[in-house]
């Protein structure tokens, strides 16, 4: 797949596109990711892409004209446009395997106040990555690319995205590694049996018990399997 960022500062994505997993996956050819300065498209002679509000107040806003001719210039039949924004729907997993199912996924940043409204009406979503407000798209941006580039195929190893939290609807259960005993805090002993029916048992109990505990609102949504249920039903009859 590719994604293309329409932003005013591409060099805010140089880092991330280079590093880690991401870096790989890049490398690997898993995914390609295109950075287009909006301002470059910009018809006014100071190169301005912003310009007071109508009806006054505080702040800039994005104007059209650069920002919907950057979005013309790389967009095509099969483009998916989604705009950064505190006003759009909320990111989660499920649409980043929505996303990363697309051949083009465009991701429009925008900074300062926001953008001219009329903007909203050349894009197919408004996104938010959550309940706060950041002083642009660009970190939002980059929260979607690397949600969406590390499910692509060859990203990671298969099957390791499988049991991560949110792929069920739960948390994922804790894990550890050496040493079994950190000044006197021990691993808990069913990892260290080598019995993988029971380990398998207590992972999932523990995912559905983090869950119910940090997060009641997943909680209460999950569609529990046959086997959780099971397992649930064990435990507190082990606990009566
Ligand atoms: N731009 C500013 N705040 C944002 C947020 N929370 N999500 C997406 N884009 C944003």
Redesign the pocket.
């Known amino acids: 797949m590719k994604i293309t960022i329409l932003t005013l500062f591409p060099e805010m994505f140089e880092d991330m596109l280079k590093t880690s997993v991401i870096g790989r996956a890049l490398a690997k050819g898993c995914a390609e990711v295109e950075l287009v300065q909006i301002r470059d498209f910009t018809k006014d002679k100071h190169r301005h892409v912003d310009d007071t509000p109508f009806g006054g107040g505080k702040g800039m806003v994005m104007k059209c004209q650069p920002v919907l001719d950057a979005l013309s210039s790389v967009r095509t039949e099969g483009s998916h446009v989604i705009m ?3 006003a ?1 729907v909320k990111f989660d997993q499920q649409k980043a395997h929505e996303y990363a199912g697309k051949d083009h996924l465009i991701i429009l940043c ?1 900074h300062y106040e926001g953008m001219d409204y009329r903007i909203n009406s050349h894009v197919d979503e408004l ?11 660009e970190l ?1 941006a980059m929260v979607i690319s690397d949600a969406v580039i590390r499910l692509q195929k060859g990203s990671l190893a298969e099957g390791s995205t499988e049991e991560e939290s949110h792929e069920n609807g739960l948390l994922e259960y804790p894990q550890y590694t050496q040493p079994a005993d950190y000044e006197g805090d021990l691993v808990p002993a069913v990892l260290l049996s080598g019995n993988h029916a029971k380990i398998r048992e207590w992972r999932i109990l523990q995912s559905l018990k983090l869950t119910e505990k940090m997060r009641p609102d997943l909680y209460a949504k999950h569609e529990f399997t046959e086997e959780e249920l099971k397992i649930l039903k064990k435990a507190a009859k082990e606990a009566e």
């Open positions: 950064m924004s505190p759009g925008g996104v938010s990555i959550g309940d706060y407000v950041l002083t642009g798209g939002a």
